[in-house]
């Protein structure tokens, strides 16, 4: 296990040399001149060059490509041309709104996803497999715009019991938290539901239950614990799509997060935290999927890791 995750670390580098050259590619492909939104909308064309030249964008894209790679292995992710600060204070300061966020929004997606999963397999074709189901259906189905202004207006506008904005308190991770994790928790919901209907037809089960064991012994301890591994997949996939992707919830809710920074910084064409951002997403992701390799051994013991 040891070699296979310390494998999997080191092959952690070319991935993202790889996904930083499609990364700075993209960036540098977005319409509009950085250099004149740093200049002003006032500036002459002299002061444009001058600052496109301190920018460093005068210079072929292949020397800009490496001298950001040089400095990226050096820890310098560059300094923002918006705030003038540098990048790496800039994502620590929106990093842990965004990850308690996402955080508490995989709770409560996981606990009432795999509740209802449960509940709708073990009561197939009766009124709670459909109530959940739909529940499913409709958690997947409403966009989370729409879901997030809905909870502002009646939770907060017309009930007045949470912010309608903003991560001051505790309560101010509710109402996002909700949006967010809405869509995931369907997922988790008709995964678990569908992986545990196969489960249930297996020869252990029956004889679990030939041996008296109660249903609920048989369900929690012995089937769940089976079927957890494409569900185990599917939540990891989803966390790093709600880490890296909360733009919208972040936005409908003014959460001083990742997601809000990254459309700030798209904006402005600033290019250095554009960059940033988008490789720090796409290293979530490789963690998150090795962390779910991992999972899948503690699981499921005939997987073994060479």
């Known amino acids: 296990m040891f070699r296979y995750i310390l494998k999997r670390l080191v092959g952690i580098?070319?991935?993202?040399?790889?996904?930083?050259?499609?990364?700075?590619?993209?960036?540098?492909?977005?319409?509009?001149?950085?250099?004149?939104?740093?200049?002003?909308?006032?500036?002459?064309?002299k002061d444009v060059e001058l600052v496109r030249q301190q920018l460093g964008l005068d210079k072929p894209?292949?020397?800009?490509?490496?001298?950001?790679?040089?400095?990226?292995?050096?820890?310098?992710?560059?300094?923002?041309?918006?705030?003038?600060?540098?990048?790496?204070?800039?994502?620590?300061?929106?990093?842990?709104?965004?990850?308690?966020?996402?955080v508490w929004s995989m709770v409560w997606a996981i606990v009432f996803g795999l509740l209802i999963g449960v509940i709708s397999a073990t009561k197939r074709n009766k009124w709670q497999d459909y109530a959940g189901m739909f529940s499913a259906v409709s958690g997947i189905s409403l966009p989370s715009f729409w879901l997030g202004l809905?909870?502002?207006?009646?939770?907060?506008v017309k009930l007045g019991w949470f912010p309608t904005g903003g991560s001051d308190s505790w309560k101010s991770y509710i109402l996002p938290s909700i949006t967010l994790g809405a869509g995931v928790?369907?997922?988790?919901?008709?995964?678990?539901?569908?992986?545990?209907?196969?489960?249930?037809?297996?020869?252990?089960?029956?004889?679990?239950?030939?041996?008296?064991?109660?249903?609920?012994?048989?369900?929690?301890?012995?089937?769940?614990?089976?079927?957890?591994?494409?569900v185990i997949t599917m939540t990891g996939l989803q966390f790093g799509f709600l880490l890296g992707g909360s733009i919208v919830v972040e936005t409908?809710?003014?959460?001083?997060?990742?997601?809000?920074?990254l459309i700030d910084s798209v904006s402005f064409r600033d290019y250095p935290l554009i960059q940033a951002e988008m490789l720090l997403f796409a290293l979530e992701f490789i963690l998150i999927n090795l962390l779910v390799d991992i999972l899948y051994g503690v699981m499921n013991p005939q997987i073994r890791y060479k």
């Open 13 to 45: 580098v070319p991935i993202l040399l790889i996904v930083s050259i499609f990364i700075f590619m993209f960036v540098h492909m977005i319409p509009g001149d950085p250099a004149r939104l740093v200049a002003g909308p006032d500036a002459g064309q």
């Open 61 to 102: 894209v292949t020397t800009q490509y490496f001298t950001y790679i040089g400095n990226l292995l050096q820890g310098d992710l560059g300094i923002s041309m918006k705030t003038k600060r540098p990048v790496y204070d800039e994502i620590a300061q929106r990093f842990m709104p965004t990850f308690w966020l996402t």
């Open 150 to 156: 809905m909870l502002i207006q009646l939770f907060s």
């Open 185 to 230: 928790a369907a997922v988790i919901a008709r995964f678990a539901r569908s992986s545990l209907m196969e489960i249930l037809k297996e020869d252990y089960i029956r004889t679990g239950r030939a041996k008296g064991l109660k249903e609920n012994v048989v369900v929690w301890r012995h089937a769940l614990k089976n079927a957890m591994i494409p």
């Open 252 to 261: 409908v809710f003014s959460w001083p997060g990742l997601g809000r920074l």
